[in-house]
């Protein structure tokens, strides 16, 4: 299983860009998605993910009401709609997916796959 995480740039404060996350040698529906990130000389943290039941989505505070989750399983694709900008929004971001539904959305050990990252940078 691949997953291809493209989309990433820079845009100003205030922007918005849509983050793709393409899987690949895998059954798509089988994976809960989640998005992470790893700001520079910080630890990877949550962002974003389905949650425990069907269409329940987690976003951590940092993001609430800015970044939302979405899929499109005819494409094998998750996707992160992220507006509303900000400089310290400014990451690598990080998909992911884990087939074991029953384990914490938020934890970055609950995840099986994780793609190569694509770089957001949000200038002030």
């Known amino acids: 299983v691949q997953l291809q995480a493209s989309g990433g740039g820079l845009v100003q404060a205030g922007g918005s860009l849509r983050l793709s996350c393409a899987i690949s040698?895998?059954?798509?529906?089988?994976?809960?998605m989640g998005w992470f990130r790893q700001a520079p000389g910080k630890e990877r943290e949550f962002v974003v993910a389905?949650?425990?039941?069907?269409?329940?989505?987690l976003s951590a505070d940092s993001v609430k009401g800015r970044f939302t989750i979405s899929r499109d399983n005819a494409k094998n694709t998750a996707y992160l709609q992220m507006n509303s900008l900000k400089p310290e929004d400014t990451a690598v971001y990080y998909c992911?997916?884990?087939?074991?539904?029953?384990?914490?959305?938020?934890?970055?050990?609950?995840?099986?796959?994780w793609g190569q990252g694509t770089l957001v940078t949000v200038s002030s």
């Open positions: 389905y949650g425990w039941s069907d269409g329940s989505i």
């Open positions: 040698g895998g059954t798509f529906s089988r994976y809960v």
């Open positions: 992911a997916a884990r087939t074991r539904k029953y384990l914490s959305p938020v934890v970055a050990e609950s995840y099986d796959y």
